[in-house]
């Protein structure tokens, strides 16, 4: 059965320092999606993805982030200065069109900035 | 905004017990509502969902019924397994912006013992 794939599955990094979280989309899929859950907290909404630019981002999503389909296969999340608040775990999903089809969901990356 | 909310965890169930996560929401309009269920070390997976008031999602025994007048769609099981442990997650996908945002609950944690 196709399934969303992250790696890795746990990273650990100095706050200041870049980290590049990756994801591989089902193959025929044309959305994509990054979420993060801070323990404890809500599964948050961070951007979504479609036809190589992003099509809506929330306010977490601010310019420390960037998202990035290199290739035809994978979709990068970037955080480009790290910090503290930023260790959760991230969860990539992706689904075949937008509203009204099931997103798919890797098994997250937990992230954690030290 | 939107905003969902679940109850807190973890629940404890000895096997064939009743089982009913509580889940509440607030939306513009008529969202669709979904529950998703994490195992350990997986993706968040679609357990069930239903797209308008009084639907009724069902699957693996799971089910849970739109109530608009109450804003709620609580997850019920008439008798869970030792293989239902997991973290189940409420959420919903509103009308604003793409359409393709899914809005999470916290998750709450099962765990069923014999």
């Known amino acids: 059965e196709p399934e969303v794939t992250q790696t890795p599955s746990h990273q650990v990094t100095q706050m200041g320092q870049e980290v590049i979280l990756r994801c591989v989309p089902i193959?025929?899929?044309?959305?994509f999606y990054w979420y993060r859950q801070i323990l404890g907290q809500k599964v948050e909404f961070l951007v979504s993805?479609?036809?190589?630019?992003?099509?809506?981002k929330s306010e977490i999503f601010d310019d420390q982030f960037s998202v990035e389909r290199p290739d035809g296969s994978n979709f990068t999340l970037k955080i480009r200065s790290t910090k503290l608040e930023d260790s959760a775990m991230y969860f990539c999903?992706?689904?075949?069109?937008?509203?009204?089809?099931?997103?798919?969901f890797g098994q997250g990356t937990r992230l954690t900035v030290v | 905004g939107d905003s969902v909310t679940q109850m807190e965890g973890p629940v404890t169930l000895s096997e064939e017990a009743f089982l009913t996560i509580n889940c509440t929401y607030t939306?513009?309009?008529?969202?669709?509502l979904f529950w998703y269920v994490q195992y350990p070390g997986e993706g968040l997976q679609l357990l069930l969902k239903a797209t308008k008031a009084d639907d009724k999602g069902s699957n693996k025994g799971f089910e849970a019924t739109y109530r608009k007048e109450t804003t709620s769609f609580h997850l019920e099981k008439g008798s869970v397994q030792v293989s239902d442990s997991a973290v189940y997650f409420c959420?919903?996908?509103?009308?604003?912006?793409?359409?393709?945002?899914?809005?999470f609950g916290t998750g709450t944690q099962l765990k069923v013992e014999l």
């Open positions: 959420a919903l996908r509103g009308l604003t912006g793409g359409g393709n945002k899914l809005t």
């Open positions: 999903a992706s689904s075949l069109q937008g509203a009204d089809t099931e997103a798919f």
């Open positions: 993805f479609y036809n190589n630019e992003i099509s809506e």
């Open positions: 939306a513009t309009g008529y969202p669709s």
């Open positions: 193959s025929n899929h044309l959305y």
